[in-house]
């Protein structure tokens, strides 16, 4: 396999590139190796050594903790929960969140072996027991795995005296919070609902 089909296939497993938009985004990076090939290997390189999940919340950043569970403007009070860093960075981008995060990696799933504890739920409940949480914001996905999994923190999180609310219905049954628009995330943070 040439150097050219490789970095083709490489490209195409990326979310949104297919083999016609991998070849595509191959042949306009080849076409500019000073300008985007190196500078772009660059920093994926990089990336690869200096990025990896905060020991707090389990978002990606270069620093460990993260730049948002440092912050001291931040409303250490309220907890969002959800599902991944991009949703996480989908809610960063609305403006509309002032809190702490949680990051589950993932929603419970028997059949693919995701259970409480590769999400780490036991050290979401650990947080909203002993770090002053006065409320915790399940802003998981309208999906099956999300609705499960929120269930599943409720009764987890009945042992601690915490509010715990959802996001509002403005986002889609079967919707994943990092393609919603900035207006409609921050609509649902903004009337979410008692859970129990």
Known sequence: MSDIERLIQ?????PGLGPRSARRAALYMLKRPE???QPLARAMAEAAVAVGPCSICGNLDALDPCGICVDTGRDTSVLCVVEDV???????RSGSFRGRYHV??????????IGPEEL??????ARAATTGV???ILALGFTVG???????IVERLAECAVAISGIA?????????????DATLATALAARRSLV
């Open 169 to 181: 219905h403005g986002v889609p049954l079967g919707g994943e919070l990092h393609y919603l628009d």
């Open 134 to 136: 006065r409320e915790v």
């Open 86 to 92: 991009a949703d996480l960075w989908a809610l960063e």
């Open 35 to 37: 300008t985007v090939l």
């Open 120 to 125: 780490g739920i036991a050290r979401l409940v």
């Open 146 to 152: 999300g609705q499960t999994t929120a269930h599943y």
């Open 104 to 113: 589950l990696g993932g929603t419970l799933s028997p059949i693919d072996g």
């Open 10 to 14: 490489l490209l195409a497993k990326l």
